[in-house]
Structures are given as structure tokens and as C-alpha cells.
């Protein structure tokens, strides 16, 4: 498990590029065949906290830790790390390394090569544990996105309009070709989308197409570039060419939860709802204590419901209302799911509740009906759409 590096610099606003190292080493260090490594939204909960690295074999498992320090001096990053036997405590090498911030990415393969030893890892040349990244071309805006990848992931999918996006459209304004920056800007048009709360899709899906496709012609190994290309084909219904996306997402980061999601709801418009829980089970596996469980557990619920096991599906709603009472699309299944099984008081309750957030914008059947058809033309989705549709009608959702 690579724990949160600390950032040593005493300046707050500089946390974000501890945190991007401790994330693109997650990314290398699971692309080596054969490890299991915790996902970076989990390992993000201990973040600022005093760890017991033997309570941490104890509660998730893992057989060792790589922990470390980030410090910054104008262009420079000296970074210290270290590797801890979980079990026992014990140390077992440490190392520092300095470097320019445009060379970050070489100074982490170096420290996935000096691992090899100490893991008893077999490489072949460095080229076995990572894939070759594009260097920025203007170290300036690669500093802005790397402050918008930080601040924007933890409420990915979630928020779609995060105040860190902003330095993403910094970034793109002083490199047209910043693959970060693209990204993540294609990510901010894309999710109201997939949650169904867009104002615009067709003008939100083309921006998003436009950002992603600009990505990947600037950097094709960045996994995050093809998680939001996924994110579009979706959109755009061409789910089987998502999934092929997707599946090259992994191919550069295995342990990417968010692929996973994605992957689940890829499989659920394809009326394939037993495949997509396996995904989302993994997403789970991977990240027993992410902050995005909701996600999960609500990507669960979908497939659950789509099974029409309508009591299973709506206890796990309940577990993601319960961490995320702001879920709009999970308190829309869950007013659905409830008036589906009699309950129709409950499902009222809930209704008002959807209506009454202040991200929900489809508020009628006339609204919420068009987008919740337009992702897939499966005659499985559709029945499940059109029951789901049936559900909040007898909820309470006035049809126009």
C-alpha cells in the first residue's frame, strides 16, 4: 500500500503535489503482474493521520507499505521514501531522490526500480513497471493541472462542477496540449451527463469529446484520458467501444476503481447487469474505505434493480444515502424502488427529497424520462427504464 506523502514545505497550498506523486505511484506500482495494491482513494483516508502500519496489515490486508515526504524549492522536489514490512514493522529501505518538477515522472519509475529489490520483484528493464509518459511542454501549466487533478478527484463523478476546474482551463490557456488539463476539463463537461442532471447533454457531450479527443492526441498512456473518452462513449450510447476503453484504462493503471464504476455501468446499459456488479464488487475489493463508496454501493443498487431484486436494491441505496444524503440519482432509484414495492408513503418522502436537492434539474417525467432513454437502445435498459419511470409516477412525479 503506497501511504499520502507528506508535504514537508510547510505551505498548504503545495499538498497538491504530494498528493499527485502518491497517485501516479499507486498507478505504477499496480501495473507490476501479480501485485494487489490499494486503491488511491482508500489510501487517501489516511491522509494527515498517525498510522499503525500493523493495524493496517490487520484491517486491509496488505503486506507492505511505501511511505514518504515531498519537499519543494521553486522548480525542485526532493522526495524521501521509505518501505515498511506491514506485519512487523520493520523497515526495509529507504531512499531519497531530487528532481526537476517537469521530471517527476522519471523519478517515480526510478523508485518502482529501486522496489524491485526489496519486493523481490522481477523486471525485465523499467520498462516492465511502467508505461512511457509524455513530458509537459510548459512546466508552468502542468503546475496548474496538477492542482486541479488534485483537488478535483475526490468528489469525481460526483461534483461536475468543481472549483478546481478552474486551473485546468488555466492550464489550457498556456498549453493548448497540457493532456491533464484536457482531461479533466472533458471530465467536468461529462459527468452531469452520466448523472443525468445535464442542461445541455448534447452540447455537454460535445465539449467533453472535443477535451478528451485533444488528451489522448497529446498523451496516449494517460489512463485518466481514457477513463473520460469512456465517459463520452457512453454518452454517445457506444457502449461496446467503451468497454474496450476501459479495458485499456486498466491496461495502464489495474488498480483504478473509477474504470471499474464505468465499467459497471457500460455493462448495465448492454443489459448485462450480473457482469457489471462483478466490476463494481472489484471497485469495492480494491478500496474497502473510499470515500466515493456511495458511488459503488449506488452502482450496485442499479444493477440489483435491473434484476428486479427491488428490496436488495434498495438497501443498498440506503448505504449510499446514508454516506452521501446529496446522491441525486440515488434518491430518484431509491423514491422509485420504494413506490415499486408498495411503499408508498416512504417513496413520497423520498421524492420530495430528490426534488428538493440543489443539483437536481430533472424534476418532471417530461425531464427525467428523455435522458434516463438517450444512454442506451437495449430492449433490456429500456424495460428497466421504463419501469424505473413507473416508479416515480406512482411516487408523485408530475409528468411535465
Keep these: 500500500m503506497v501511504l499520502p506523502f507528506t508535504n514537508l514545505g510547510g505551505d498548504p497550498t503545495q499538498d497538491y503535489l504530494a498528493d499527485v506523486i502518491t497517485e501516479e505511484l499507486i498507478s505504477s506500482l499496480s501495473r507490476i503482474a501479480g501485485s494487489f495494491v490499494i486503491a488511491r482513494s482508500t489510501a487517501f483516508t489516511y491522509k494527515g493521520k498517525p498510522i499503525d502500519v500493523r493495524q493496517l496489515s490487520r484491517d486491509l490486508g496488505?503486506?507492505?507499505?511505501?511511505?514518504?515526504?515531498?519537499?519543494?524549492?521553486?522548480?525542485r522536489v526532493r522526495m524521501t521514501t521509505q518501505l515498511i514490512d506491514a506485519e512487523s514493522g520493520a523497515h526495509l529501505w529507504s531512499d531519497q531522490f531530487d528532481a526537476n518538477i517537469a521530471d517527476l515522472l522519471e523519478m517515480q519509475d526510478e523508485i518502482v526500480k529501486r522496489l524491485s529489490v526489496p519486493l523481490e520483484i522481477r523486471l525485465i528493464d523499467i520498462d516492465a513497471a511502467r508505461i512511457a509518459r509524455t513530458p509537459p511542454a510548459n512546466p508552468d501549466a502542468q503546475d496548474l493541472a496538477l492542482q486541479c487533478m488534485a483537488g478535483v478527484i475526490p468528489t469525481l463523478m460526483v461534483e461536475g462542477n468543481h472549483p478546481a476546474f478552474g486551473f485546468c482551463e488555466r492550464a489550457v490557456q498556456m498549453d493548448e496540449r497540457n493532456a491533464i488539463a484536457l482531461t479533466f476539463l472533458s471530465l467536468k463537461y461529462i459527468t452531469p451527463v452520466l448523472d443525468m442532471q445535464s442542461t445541455d447533454p448534447p452540447a455537454a457531450i460535445r465539449q467533453a469529446e472535443e477535451f478528451a479527443a485533444r488528451a489522448l492526441a497529446a498523451d496516449r498512456n494517460f489512463y485518466w484520458a481514457h477513463l473520460a473518452r469512456a465517459a463520452v462513449l457512453i454518452s454517445q450510447k457506444r457502449h461496446e467501444e467503451a468497454i474496450v476503453e476501459l479495458e485499456q484504462t486498466l491496461v495502464l493503471n489495474p488498480g483504478f476503481t473509477y474504470a471499474y464504476k464505468l465499467l459497471c455501468e457500460a455493462?448495465?446499459?448492454?443489459?448485462?447487469?450480473?457482469?457489471?456488479?462483478?466490476?463494481v464488487d472489484k471497485a469495492i475489493r480494491l478500496?474497502?474505505?473510499d470515500p466515493n463508496l456511495p458511488w459503488s454501493y449506488g452502482e450496485k443498487a442499479w444493477s440489483l434493480l435491473m434484476l428486479q431484486q427491488d428490496d436488495l436494491a434498495i438497501e443498498w441505496l440506503s448505504r449510499t444515502l446514508a454516506l452521501r444524503p446529496e446522491a441525486v440519482i440515488s434518491r430518484a432509484l431509491l423514491a422509485s424502488a420504494l413506490a415499486l414495492t408498495g411503499r408508498q408513503a416512504e417513496a413520497s418522502v423520498e421524492l420530495k427529497r430528490y426534488l428538493s436537492l440543489k443539483d437536481t434539474t430533472s424534476k418532471t417525467i417530461a425531464e427525467f424520462r428523455p435522458q434516463h432513454r438517450a444512454v442506451s437502445d437495449n430492449p433490456k435498459w429500456l424495460a428497466y427504464s421504463d419501469r424505473l419511470v413507473e416508479g416515480l409516477r406512482k411516487a408523485g412525479m408530475p409528468e411535465e
Design 267 to 279: 455493462n448495465n446499459y448492454l443489459g448485462k447487469p450480473d457482469r457489471g456488479m462483478e466490476y
Design 287 to 289: 478500496s474497502p474505505r
Design 62 to 75: 496488505v503486506r507492505y507499505a511505501l511511505e514518504g515526504s515531498a519537499q519543494r524549492n521553486g522548480n
